[in-house]
């Protein structure tokens, strides 16, 4: 009597009420758009029930399909095992060490089919502080749904009968616009801290609030974070950055105090009046690609975010008598060694990052051959689009910046003209660090079409 009167009280519900049985909405009820949905995830379902499996889509593409937006991934589930499922597609490969999965591939569309996960039996692997290591252990639907980890994402859609089937109360709290943990919200964090952030990036990407009861141990729970794996860290990282709504969501993180263990000195950059600016920059450019469909490069993403530490330790170094060029690769070697611990970032995207800061000091020499050879560089691209970033921010004098939008979009005379008359005007009306003599002469750009910034492909 005593533990029913707690679990009354902190909202936990034992397992021999998790429901068994779904609400199961049709067509009229749930108003899906079966035209959003992927022709190769219905052909995925179709294949598996003609050979005798369940299958339904499942997740977060049900989510969407439920407000109206059409998803960009589609996952399966099913009861078949993984070796069951990958029999009946030419294109599938078993993959996973956790809990195994099989990517479908259908040209370039990659569909993800998960058997249905069982109830825990207490023999799972986990670690000193409680996360989940190793789990192939398959179940039943009901237990599916309820191993997921929100409720607007614990849904199933058949498309052959256009039914939805609901465990958790899901299509309720869409209509509410509100997150909710399936279970105790505390074991669940427990289980797979990531779940902290997913709930952050969901929030500021669906505009949804955040149940007063999986918000509430967050605060407390925050430092499991330092518990996940680097790898997979970054991973939910550039999914929350391009997601589309990245200000909103590191603003979630901040506001949940989870941002210390993604981002250390993301603080101490967002204190700074022009660093804020830079990053607010950066994130709205981003969003803006996103929403547009448009590629985003996570090399440029995270040399953005980390250019005014770099920019910091730059000035400090060439401070201490150290040269300009060593000085910047050695503030650039501090800051990715500083975020070494928290992120594991890839060795080519880290190698992007340095390329992309070691081109700004190179846009600053406009005389001779240099320019020349700039525009022989591989990076040149991403590099432009974050002086242009700098430029819009007012760290730079827009000027250089309109000087290189001419002189890249210029015929070989136009060029010579451009270094010839930055050869004649006087150091201190160039507006950048070759003279600091006096004001900087502004420059309208030369009008040829929009302008590509931000986060660009590099």
């Not at 990659?110 to 039996?121: I, K, M, P």
């Not at 986990?126 to 009901?142: I, M, P, T, W, Y």
């Not at 256009?162 to 209509?175: A, F, K, Q």
Request: proline letters at 5%; glycine letters at 6%; one cysteine or more.
């Amino acid at each position: 009597m005593i533990k029913k009167l707690i679990r009354k009280i902190l909202g936990v519900r034992s397992a021999e009420h998790t429901p068994r049985e779904p609400v199961i909405l049709k067509a009229k009820e749930h108003g899906i758009d079966r035209s959003l949905v992927s022709p190769n995830a219905i052909r995925v379902t179709q294949t598996l029930q003609e050979a005798g499996f369940k299958a339904f889509i499942v997740g977060g593409a049900v989510r969407d399909l439920l407000t109206g937006v059409k998803p960009k991934d589609f996952d399966i589930a099913t009861n078949a095992t993984p070796e069951q499922v990958k029999r009946l597609f030419r294109r599938a490969f078993i993959i996973g060490r956790r809990f195994q999965i099989v990517h479908v591939m259908f040209g370039q569309e990659l569909l993800e089919v998960t058997t249905f996960r069982g109830a825990s039996d207490g023999q799972v692997q986990k670690d000193a502080h409680g996360r989940v290591l190793s789990d192939n252990h398959f179940g039943e639907q009901h237990e599916d749904a309820a191993r997921r980890d929100f409720t607007v994402n614990a849904m199933y859609y058949d498309p052959a009968s256009e039914t939805v089937l609901d465990y958790h109360n899901g299509i309720s709290d869409i209509r509410r616009k509100t997150l909710r943990i399936i279970g105790v919200p505390e074991a669940r964090y427990r289980e797979d801290p990531v779940r902290m952030l997913r709930v952050v990036r969901f929030a500021a990407k669906l505009q949804f609030s955040i149940d007063q009861s999986t918000r509430a141990p967050i605060a407390v729970m925050a430092p499991l974070i330092n518990n996940v794996p680097a790898a997979r860290l970054f991973d939910e990282m550039l999914k929350l950055l391009t997601s589309g709504h990245a200000m909103a969501c590191l603003q979630q993180l901040r506001s949940a105090g989870l941002h210390h263990g993604i981002l250390p000195l993301l603080d101490v950059v967002m204190e700074q009046p022009m660093g804020e600016k830079f990053v607010n920059l950066a994130l709205s450019n981003t969003d803006d690609r996103v929403r547009q469909g448009k590629t985003v490069s996570p090399s440029f993403l995270f040399a953005a975010l980390l250019w005014h530490q770099v920019l910091e330790k730059w000035e400090a170094y060439k401070a201490a008598g150290e040269f300009p060029i060593p000085a910047l690769h050695q503030a650039a070697d501090d800051v990715l060694m500083a975020q070494t611990d928290a992120l594991a970032i890839q060795r080519r995207i880290a190698s992007d990052m340095r390329d992309i800061w070691a081109l700004q000091p190179r846009f600053e020499k406009r005389a001779g051959k240099a320019p020349y050879k700039l525009l022989e560089h591989q990076r040149l691209r991403a590099g432009y689009d974050f002086l242009l970033l700098r430029c819009e921010s007012g760290e730079l004098d827009p000027a250089l910046g309109a000087w290189w939008t001419d002189f890249m979009h210029g015929d070989n005379a136009e060029r010579e003209h451009l270094i010839q008359q930055k050869q004649r005007l006087p150091s201190h009306a160039t507006g950048t660090a070759e003279g600091k003599n006096g004001p900087a002469r502004k420059r309208k750009p030369r009008k040829r079409g929009p302008r590509r910034s931000g986060t660009e492909a590099s």
